[in-house]
């Protein structure tokens, strides 16, 4: 049973940047960071294939989010560039097998972590 943990977040002026954290206790096929805005859809921004290190990115995000892993550490990284208000949001970092890095949806992912708050101001 994999076990995850997040930390990294914070608040940050328009045009900032974060960098996430998620630690994890044994590797899967798939590692992903989600995030959800009060009254808002979890929404999927960013997965690696954790073997191929294949990466995959919300079009809303790309360009300026950097979804990494450092195996050695047990350590999946979220780079935060050029944040906007609109990133406001719980992020999470999240665990699945094949159908979570082929389909980016969270009913692919089985194990999440407690979430990181991430706000973003004018």
């Known amino acids: 049973q994999v076990q995850l943990v997040e930390s990294g977040g914070g608040s940050v002026q328009a045009g900032g940047s974060l960098r996430l954290s998620c630690g994890y206790t044994?590797?899967?096929?798939?590692l992903g960071w989600f995030r959800q805005a009060p009254g808002k859809e979890r929404e999927g921004v960013a997965r690696?294939?954790?073997?191929?290190?294949?990466?995959f990115y919300a079009d809303s995000v790309k360009g300026r989010f950097t979804i990494s892993q450092d195996k050695a550490r047990n350590t999946l990284y979220l780079q935060m560039n050029s944040l906007k208000p609109e990133d406001t949001a719980m992020y999470y970092c999240?665990?699945?097998?094949?159908?979570?890095?082929?389909?980016?949806?969270?009913?692919?992912?089985?194990?999440w972590g407690q979430g990181t708050q991430v706000t973003v101001s004018s």
């Open positions: 690696i294939r954790t073997a191929s290190g294949a990466t």
């Open positions: 999240a665990a699945g097998g094949n159908s979570g890095c082929s389909s980016g949806s969270a009913s692919g992912f089985g194990t």
């Open positions: 044994r590797n899967v096929y798939c």
